[in-house]
Structure formats: C-alpha cells, structure tokens
C-alpha cells in the first residue's frame, strides 16, 4: 500500500487508526517517522516520504515519534492473510527465529538460500531480515526499559543485543534517547503506576472494531484446566517457551488487550507478545473482513449486529492439533477432560501463585512414549492421536509460523482419523489460515439452515466461495448464532 501516495496521504490527513501498521509516514524536514494516525498536525504532502515497515524507516535514518510510537503500531494484517515465502518469512521474524537461529535458519525453514530471502524481504519491505529482527529488537528493549526495573546489561542481553553498546547506540538512533531517559520519561509518564516485580505489564494494541466475546468466550469455554483459567475478567494460560516458561493474563479492554507476563528469562519476551498477539487475531484487519462478508445479504445482519469477531486461534500449534483430536466427535467438556487428563500425567509443573494453574501443556516428546491403553478413547482414536504426535516429536509433520498452509492440508489428511473438519479446524486455529472452512461442523451447517443457507457442506462451500478469503471470520459469524457458552465472555 506504501506506493499509492495519494492513498497514503488521505489517511495521514484524516488520522485514520485503521492504517497504523500497513505503512510507516516518514517527513523529511524533522528526519521522524510516524504512524498514519499520529496525533500532530499532519505535514505537507510535498514532506511526506512512504515505507512499508518501520525497520525500512530505521534503515533510511529517520527516528520514531515521541507522540505516536509508531514502532507499536499493530502488525501488517497482509503477513497474517499471505502463506507466501515473504509472509512466512514475516511471521518467523516475529517470532524470533533470527535472534534465536540467524539469518541461514530462517531460510533453511523456508526452504530458500540467505541470498534469495534477503531479496525478497527487500523487494517487499525494503528491509532485510536482519534489520526486520534489530527493529523488532529495539521495541522489545523499549518495553523492558519502561516496565521493568532491569539493569540495562540485562535489558539488553534480553532483548536479543549481542553487546551493551549495539543496544545503547540502537536505543539513541531509534528514540532519540539513551536507554536511562526513555526509563525516566516512562516513569515521569505513568508516575501512578506501582510495577509488580517479576510482571511484564503492557498493552497490546489493535484495529478497532473489536469483538471480544466470541474471542474470549471461546479460550476461556474450551479451557484446559491446570493449563487455561478464566479468572477476575482475565483469560490466563501457560506458556511453553525457548528458555523457559511464562504465565501469562490477558483482558479485554475498549481500546486495547491488557497484558501481565511473568517470565522465566526476560529473552522470552518477544516471543511472548508475538504468540499472545497470533492467538487473539490482533493484527487482523476487521473492517477489510466485514466489508467482504456484508456483501452477502443473509451474512450482513449478522456482521452489523456484532462487527469486529477475531478468529480465536492458539500459542502452540501441535498443542492445538493434539487437542483437536481430542475434541473429534465428543462435546466441549469431554474435551476438556481428555485434555486435562494428558496434562496431568504428561504435562511439567509449573507455580502460579496468583491463581489456579499447574502445568504446561506436554509437548509431542513427551506424549510420543505414552500408552494408548492408557487413554480413555476409542481404539481408532488412540491410533489417531498416537499417529499425530509420533509425526509431530519426529519432525515429519511440522506445524507452525512457516507452515506452508495448503502442503500442511494434505499431511493432516493423509493421517488415519484426519477427516475435512480436523484439518479444516487445524488449519484455523493452529495455522491461522483466514479461509479455513468448516463447512461439515454441525454448528456451521445449523447455523447456515436458521439463515436460508444452503446446508450440505457441498451446497455451504460453494455459496461461501463469495466470502474469501474470509471465511474462517464467517465461521465466527455463524457460530454466533448459538447460544453456546463459546460466544459470550464468561461472568
């Protein structure tokens, strides 16, 4: 979008919060970068100069504003919406693979040489990988600073500098000012505000409308216990992580997602945010969304009614597609069980002293040991869910940030026991993909007869190929119409 000037320019001009993060408005007089709905008085068109990230900006010199932080806008809803090389590259970046694998792992994820994903990156962003990372870097570092009591030499180890010195110089050159200022202007700022020691406390910020209920409602109905809890108007859950594990608690506020981490490593961080980010859909673009599914006038009462449903998707992939196996055929409480039983005999303890939660959910290595006798299910369930997680702790079935979406269809399916709903509901929660169907779910096709929809999956596909690329925000819409406890926030 960055190269549609006059576009650029009419949303500088009015302000407008939709555009944060889809380009970055740099002004060539004060050398200062900002997001489109930065509150100042907006500067000449003649001034105004137009990237697609903000480390393209960094790149060219310019430093971001004071008033707008442009470095937390939202994330680019294109990197979440896109299976290509570039937004998988994107959604690695975001997860820390260069800080924790370097430039040669990310492309060896991706199947492509250094050279070729360094060229694509720039052709698109006008960035390569390694100053996406340090821009990334620099945010993360910004956060530690102002919410944290850290030393510095810790700030910056955690958030992924190889020296004190690259961190200070970093810090200088991103926010015109020295790591000591930016602590002190945070705490002249938010005087009132009495950190917790060990709590991350943040906002996480996103594109208006948002509806959290359905969002909400459904992490806090599925919940495993011992892993999830609804507790004091926040979602909690464990979080599996590269040096450790974290807690964390989520709340739904009018203009932002509050955020309390607590950390093993403060080098999780990042990671943190960005797995937080993906499961609540907060880079997601929810006016581009409904506009598309309006034009179907038995899906317009429905979108106007409630704008803004996220799709509910997950922190850990294989996580979610062991659980999805679980959940095949059996209500949203058997689910629970079976899951909590797993958790309890497989899952590594954890301290949560501010509230009911006990473990991390196991990983694939420590089910791929587990007796299928053991497990209270079917006998071709027990084959199902032993298949998939000896895949899983194995390698031979990868599922993640860099997953191509549709290769990821056709392992699952090739699977026993994987049938169009488990991979379909995989591929949206897990994978994230935005037009991930379920056209053979029973509440969909319910749903989609009370409306005068077709009802037969095959009748309900063809209808929703007008809905794409949306049609796992459809789903939401249509799940809606139910009175299950996954569409509302609980008490």
């Known amino acids: 979008m960055h190269t549609d000037t006059e576009r650029c320019v009419r949303a500088v001009q009015s302000k407008d919060a939709r555009f944060d993060g889809w380009f970055f408005t740099a002004v060539l007089t004060t050398r200062i970068y900002c997001r489109p709905s930065c509150p100042v008085v907006p500067p000449k068109p003649a001034n105004m100069v137009f990237y697609p990230s903000a480390a393209a900006c960094q790149q060219a010199g310019y430093r971001a504003c004071k008033r707008c932080r442009p470095d937390t806008s939202p994330g680019s809803p294109e990197w979440n919406a896109r299976a290509d090389t570039v937004a998988r590259a994107m959604r690695l970046i975001r997860d820390g693979i260069v800080d924790r694998e370097g430039v040669p792992g990310l492309a060896a994820r991706l199947g492509y040489s250094t050279r070729q994903i360094e060229r694509q990156l720039r052709a698109e962003l006008g960035a390569g990988p390694l100053a996406l990372a340090r821009a990334q870097r620099a945010q993360t570092a910004r956060l530690l600073i102002e919410t944290t009591g850290l030393p510095m030499a810790d700030v910056a180890f955690a958030a992924g500098f190889a020296s004190v010195r690259t961190f200070n110089d970093?810090?200088?050159?991103?926010?015109?000012?020295?790591?000591?200022?930016?602590?002190?202007?945070?705490?002249?700022?938010?005087?009132?505000?009495?950190?917790?020691?060990?709590?991350?406390?943040?906002?996480?910020?996103?594109?208006?409308?948002?509806?959290?209920?359905?969002?909400?409602?459904?992490?806090?109905?599925?919940?495993?216990?011992?892993?999830?809890?609804?507790?004091?108007?926040?979602?909690?859950r464990t979080l599996t992580l590269p040096h450790g594990h974290g807690i964390v608690a989520l709340t739904p506020h009018p203009d932002h997602i509050a955020c309390r981490l607590s950390l093993t490593d403060p080098r999780d961080l990042t990671l943190a945010i960005s797995r937080c980010r993906w499961m609540l859909d907060l880079d997601a673009d929810p006016v581009a969304v409904d506009d598309q599914l309006r034009t179907d006038p038995l899906l317009a009462p429905l979108v106007d009614k409630a704008p803004g449903r996220r799709v509910p998707r997950t922190v850990d992939a294989a996580e979610f597609a062991v659980r999805a196996v679980l959940g095949q055929q059996v209500s949203t409480a058997a689910a629970r069980t079976h899951a909590a039983r797993l958790v309890t005999a497989h899952g590594t303890p954890v301290d949560d002293p501010g509230g009911g939660?006990?473990?991390?959910?196991?990983?694939?290595?420590?089910?791929?040991?587990?007796?299928?006798?053991?497990?209270?299910?079917?006998?071709?369930?027990?084959?199902?869910?032993?298949?998939?997680?000896?895949?899983l702790a194995d390698g031979s079935l990868r599922l993640g940030p860099d997953s191509d979406w549709d290769e990821a269809r056709v392992h699952l399916a090739g699977l026993p026991g994987f049938g169009p709903w488990t991979v379909e509901v995989i591929a949206m929660r897990a994978l994230g993909d935005p037009d991930a169907f379920l056209a053979t779910d029973l509440g969909v096709r319910r749903a989609a007869a009370g409306l005068g929809l077709p009802a037969t999956p095959a009748a309900l596909t063809a209808r929703a190929a007008a809905w794409r690329p949306w049609?796992?925000?459809a789903v939401q819409y249509l799940w809606a119409t139910d009175s299950h406890p996954i569409n509302h926030l609980p008490a």
């Open 170 to 236: 970093t810090v200088r050159e991103v926010f015109a000012l020295a790591p000591g200022e930016l602590r002190t202007r945070a705490a002249r700022d938010h005087k009132r505000v009495t950190p917790t020691p060990g709590v991350i406390a943040l906002r996480l910020p996103y594109r208006a409308p948002l509806n959290p209920d359905n969002l909400f409602g459904h992490l806090a109905a599925t919940a495993v216990p011992g892993v999830e809890e609804w507790r004091d108007g926040a979602y909690r």
């Open 357 to 391: 939660l006990t473990h991390l959910f196991p990983a694939p290595e420590a089910l791929a040991a587990l007796d299928p006798a053991a497990l209270a299910l079917p006998r071709s369930r027990r084959t199902t869910l032993t298949t998939l997680v000896g895949a």
């Open 471 to 473: 049609r796992a925000y």
